[in-house]
Nanobody, 114 residues
Framework: QVQLVESGGGLVQAGGSLRLSCAAS????????MGWFRQAPGKQRELVAR???????NYANSVKGRFTISRDNAKRTVYLQMNNLKPEDTAVYYC????????WGQGTQVTVSS
């Protein structure tokens, strides 16, 4: 069974925007703290944004001011609005619980051209 389904990626020029969605079929407790991760070729997976049930957010310095994480608890969905994209944002983006990691989804590819 697939518990985390990412979508919304694509090809965009530098300076463009994308909105990623994460449909999370996980427990309410596990949904309390969610994160968006990304992994570029040859690089470690890194946490770029997190959000708790109260709406408190944190961002990696590399995306601060450009990305916004949000959530819709009724839809059990977490979003990542990405603005002013840069080529270095190119990666596969994943979501997961920061309470208890679930099996990783397939992710969604984001490619930013210069």
């Amino acid at each position: 069974q697939v518990q985390l389904v990412e979508s919304g990626g694509g090809l965009v020029q530098a300076g463009g925007s994308l909105r990623l969605s994460c449909a999370a079929s996980i427990t309410t407790i596990e949904l309390n703290v969610m994160g968006w991760f990304r992994q570029a070729p040859g690089k470690q997976r890194e946490l770029v944004a997190r959000i708790n049930s109260g709406g408190d957010t944190n961002y990696a310095n590399s995306v601060k001011g450009r990305f916004t994480i949000s959530r819709d608890n009724a839809k059990r969905t977490v979003y990542l609005q990405m603005n002013n994209l840069k080529p270095e944002d190119t990666a596969v983006y994943y979501c997961n619980s920061l309470i208890r990691a679930r099996t990783w989804g397939q992710g969604t590819q984001v490619t930013v051209s210069s």
